[in-house]
């Protein structure tokens, strides 16, 4: 492929803790993280947002957010579930992302914090959204990246921050 592929970071929505006795995997959204995933999901439908391949950790607010989000993708998206992607260290996420296809032309990773942010912060290269990034990546945010080179390569060189959606400021 031509050109910079991108990659969607993505922050699970808002999850609920009123279930002291849930583990942690199997916490679900709050009514808030409900709200703000429909947000991005008019977000991804206005923008045209359709990665070619989604990557989603097997948590349930992982799962919940890619429930309420994948109806907006434009075009039919390949989704791989992976148990390694939950407790992820930023390493491990970026060395995942380092074995995508060279012909995906998107991802969409969906995952937890602190890698997220950590990855994120890691990678982008921007003017506007940067410093708003490297101070907080909420539940529900997603950091629109055009990496350069290969998957294989990732991180050799500074990719561009071309959006940082949060969800409060999509409704």
């Known amino acids: 492929m031509d050109g910079p592929k991108l990659l969607y970071l993505l922050r699970h929505a808002k999850s609920d803790w ?15 993280g409900r709200k703000a995933a429909s947000a991005l999901a008019g977000h991804i439908e206005r923008s045209g947002i359709s990665p070619a391949l989604v990557l989603c950790s097997p948590a349930r607010r992982t799962m919940d957010t890619l429930r309420l989000i994948s109806g907006s993708f434009r075009d039919p998206v390949e989704i791989l579930v992976e148990e390694e992607l939950y407790g992820a260290g930023m390493g491990e996420l970026l060395r995942r992302l380092r074995r995508v296809d060279e012909a995906t032309p998107s991802v969409m990773l969906i995952g937890h914090n602190p890698a997220i942010h950590e990855l994120a912060v890691a990678l982008a290269r ?16 997603m950091a629109t990246l055009a990496v350069p080179g290969a998957w294989k390569d990732l991180g050799a060189d500074p990719a561009d921050l071309l959006e940082f959606a949060l969800p409060r400021e999509l409704n």
């Open 18 to 32: 009123d279930d002291q006795a849930l583990a942690d995997r199997d916490r679900p959204l709050a009514p808030r």
């Open 126 to 141: 921007s003017v506007d959204d940067l410093e708003q990034l490297k101070r907080k990546f909420p539940t529900g945010a």
